[in-house]
């Protein structure tokens, strides 16, 4: 297995998790996996165990989101443990690169819930919640307001930056916070996760922060907005916005949102999705972290996840259903398309390549 997908089943022809196998001849399958999940919309594996986290995309009328771990025996995937994910519609997770915190966000409640992990990889009860009511209350009134996106918080996005450091975009307050975990040593103490907010990043209003990413060498937070179709330069510092960058063409007046970001550290470049114009976006970043585009690559429509693996540029196309590679081609902006497969819904990749899973499956050829 190259790569993991994941769907939206609901309403689709989408069976679940999918894997990606791509032959020495450079042929390529995708194959649904045996793992009973539905709206399985965002993936991530534990950073030393073969294990597989997936958020269970379900809002009310389901009963509320679900978040589950599923360990690799040898043959195939078990359940290991589901907790849910107390909201509804979780729609991002996040492991801690020491493997012992696990985060999720709760898009339609608007909170991020983080979870301790036990020495198996397993999801332990009673998290720590963090809601930001009162921070949308106190912005409500401002003029900018997105009428239909912006009714209430919807956390969009919660990645770890540290082993105790952890990023969140909200979508409906506009702002972007940091959060410490403080009183936390060992999952197996059973000590009470406390999360406390260290810094606040405010975007104009109406913007809609969807993901981040961090640029630690120059301590640039670089910000995805989806409802204003923009890129922002924060500093890590403070609440600063150094600059801010359309993602799409000053004559494309079609109705867009730009979905995911992506930071290569080796090239120094930004990448982007923009879904309507249907496209990945190449930003190269300048040593005073000025943004120039370099290239935009077309892509079927709904390009909601990408991610890079090495050289390969994997992207989920979700509503013609196709997941694609892009190879860099002889020049350096230019991208050509190796392997496009049909998969239903698909809205997140996940490669293996160099992570604990991944090395277990590589002892599996046949699988």
């Not at 450079?26 to 539905?38: C, E």
């Not at 949308?136 to 082993?163: D, L, M, T």
Request: hydrophobic share 40%; aromatic share 8%.
């Amino acid at each position: 297995m190259n790569l993991l997908i994941g769907t939206y089943t609901e309403g689709t022809d989408a069976l679940g998790i999918y894997a990606v196998m791509v032959s020495s001849e450079g042929s390529s399958q995708a194959i649904a996996l045996d793992i009973p999940v539905r709206n399985p919309s965002f993936l991530a594996i534990h950073p030393s165990l073969p294990i597989l986290y997936v958020v269970e995309e379900l809002g009310e009328g389901e009963g509320g989101g679900l978040v589950s771990a599923f360990s690799w025996n040898g043959s195939g995937f078990s359940l290991l443990s589901r907790q849910s994910s107390l909201g509804e519609d979780p729609c991002h997770l996040s492991i801690s690169p020491d493997g012992q915190l696990l985060a999720v966000a709760n898009y339609s409640t608007g909170s991020v819930v983080v979870f301790t992990l036990d020495n198996n990889g397993g999801i332990q009860r009673d998290p720590g919640v963090i809601e930001h009511q009162t921070e949308f209350q106190n912005r409500v009134g401002e003029a900018g307001r997105h009428i239909k996106r912006q009714q209430q918080p919807h956390a969009h996005f919660s990645r770890w930056v540290g082993p105790r450091t952890l990023l969140v975009c909200d979508l409906g307050t506009d702002q972007v916070y940091r959060y410490d975990c403080q009183g936390f040593d060992q999952p197996d103490e059973r000590k009470m996760i406390s999360l406390v907010r260290s810094m606040t990043w405010t975007l104009p209003r109406g913007a809609g922060p969807r993901h981040a990413v961090l640029d630690e060498e120059m301590r640039r937070l670089w910000v995805l907005a989806e409802l204003s179709n923009e890129v922002f330069c924060l500093s890590a510092e403070g609440d600063r916005v150094i600059s801010r960058q359309t993602t799409i063409a000053a004559d494309d007046k079609r109705f867009n949102e730009a979905a995911e970001i992506e930071w290569r550290s080796i090239d120094r470049t930004l990448w982007v999705s923009n879904r309507g114009a249907d496209e990945l976006v190449k930003f190269d970043v300048g040593p005073n972290s000025e943004l120039t585009l370099s290239t935009r690559v077309a892509v079927p429509a709904y390009p909601r996840h990408f991610s890079w693996s090495d050289d390969d540029l994997w992207v989920a196309c979700r509503d013609p259903g196709q997941v694609l590679c892009f190879r860099q081609a002889r020049f350096q902006n230019e991208f050509e398309r190796v392997f496009a497969m049909d998969v239903p819904s698909a809205v997140c990749v996940l490669p293996l390549a160099s992570t604990p899973l991944g090395e277990q499956l590589l002892a599996n050829r046949d699988l």
